[in-house]
């Protein structure tokens, strides 16, 4: 069992910057993908960033150019650079490490962009 802690979410005005970080209890596998996903009010969740444990990083339409997902093998831990912040972007945002045929979940961080 891989435990996830996001933190770094928050209340943030139309066009300011957040950086949401993820630390794993454990270190990351070579075969691991890690991601964000988000989840607004009456909404499914949907994917915001990947990267795997190279560089390989995959990207939402709706954040591309605004939003960076990298990582830090050493301390095990997953960052989304959110800059650029639009209110369409406020949701519950969730940390997922993808290994084998496991798929681990974090508790989520709130993120409200205001207008």
């Known amino acids: 069992q891989v435990l996830l802690a996001e933190s770094g979410g928050g209340l943030v005005e139309a066009g300011g910057s957040l950086r949401l970080s993820c630390a794993a209890s454990e270190s990351f596998f070579s075969t691991d993908t890690m991601g964000w996903y988000r989840q607004a009010p009456g909404k499914q969740r949907e994917l915001v960033a990947t990267?795997?444990?190279?560089?390989?990083?995959n990207y939402a339409d709706s954040v591309k150019g605004r939003f960076t997902i990298s990582k830090n093998n050493a301390k095990n831990t997953v960052y989304l650079q959110m800059n650029s912040l639009k209110p369409e972007d406020t949701a519950v945002y969730y940390c997922?490490?993808?290994?084998?045929?496991?798929?681990?979940w974090g508790q989520g961080t709130q993120v409200t962009v205001s207008s």
């Open positions: 990267i795997t444990t190279g560089t390989s990083t």
């Open positions: 997922n490490l993808k290994r084998f045929v496991y798929s681990y």
